[in-house]
């Protein structure tokens, strides 16, 4: 899944959530995230997340975007300020 947002505080409640719903709980965020478990952020921090992928040859990566009512703004986020810095 990927947890994105505007700000850091609204990615990581995200992540948070999504941690906690799917046996993750015991594991702390960071630890997830430093481990490519889960990316989450802003936009600027997803693409630091992903960026070692793609130096490592990855051609395709399937974005999850975390449920509830930010999910468009999500896609959004990632399509308009992630995506690019990658082209």
């Given at each position: ?6 700000t ?9 959530w999504?941690r906690?719903?799917i046996?993750?709980a ?7 995230i430093?481990r490519g478990v889960v990316i ?6 997803v ?5 070692p992928y793609?130096?490592?040859g ?8 975390t449920?509830g ?10 399509v308009d300020?992630?995506?690019p810095?990658?082209k």
């Open positions: 899944r990927v947890s994105i947002a505007e850091h505080e609204e990615a990581m409640e995200m992540a948070n999504v906690n719903r046996d993750w015991p594991y702390p965020l960071d630890y997830l430093k989450a952020g802003t936009p600027s921090e693409a630091e997340q992903v960026h793609i130096e490592a990855v051609k395709f990566i399937s974005f999850a975007p449920p009512e930010d999910h468009a703004r999500q896609v959004e986020l990632l300020k992630v995506i810095q990658f």
